[in-house]
């Protein structure tokens, strides 16, 4: 039986993805850079990320800089002004609670993070979150998933993590923790061989955690 469960945040508990792709091609249009979905997420499931195509393409270091401050502000409108919660996730949630711990283990900025959580119902069930402030190294490297395991003080076999992403995924199995990958439509063409479990809905964790 599992004890623990450690998720990503975006794309697991919030529907983000999209938005957060949407803001880096409208930053990027601005300066002629089409941001190509398709390179776009096979760069995010190595650790790259909006600005690679954009250096590809010959941007400067300082334009760069420009656009991060851009993407950013158009990326925290999307969080204030777009629906993004996920069906049933506060009440899955919630009956989880009664029977392991549970934090989030996210790449997101603490800022994008606490503007995503307001008066949204689910960090009330997390011991913590582990933003991207909070460790060195990003995912796919262990370390996000590691750091949470000392946290918690718990051992590898009684862990789970529940990932969306190729990028989360590889993390996971460098960290030698059962992952089940969560189906998202946005990351949905990515590579999951690796995973441990597949998922339609987070109703699922239910049966894996028993």
């Known amino acids: 039986m599992k004890k623990y469960i450690l998720f990503d945040n975006d794309g697991v508990l919030v529907d983000t993805e999209h938005w957060y792709y949407r803001a880096g091609e409208r930053a990027l249009a601005s300066v002629g850079v089409r941001l190509d979905l398709d390179e776009y997420l096979k760069d995010m499931a190595h650790g790259l990320g909006t600005w690679h195509q954009a250096i590809l393409a010959g941007i400067d270091d300082a334009t760069i800089d420009r656009l991060k401050v851009l993407r950013n502000e158009y990326y925290q409108h999307s969080l204030r002004t777009e629906a993004i919660e996920i069906d049933g996730v506060v009440d899955v949630l919630a009956e989880l609670a009664q029977h392991v711990s549970m934090a989030i283990v996210t790449t997101s900025k603490k800022a994008d993070f606490d503007l995503i959580h307001a008066d949204r119902g689910i960090l009330r069930y997390m011991d913590f979150v582990l933003a991207r402030d909070d460790y060195a190294q990003p995912k796919p490297h262990p370390e996000p998933y590691l750091t949470a395991l000392e946290r918690f003080g718990a051992t590898k076999v009684e862990t789970l993590i529940v990932e969306d992403s190729a990028r989360g995924l590889r993390s996971a199995v460098a ?36």
């Open 175 to 210: 960290a030698g923790i059962d992952c089940a990958v969560v189906h998202n439509d946005f990351t949905r063409a990515q590579d999951f061989s690796g995973a441990t479990h597949r998922i339609a809905n987070l109703c699922e964790l239910r049966d894996l955690i028993r």
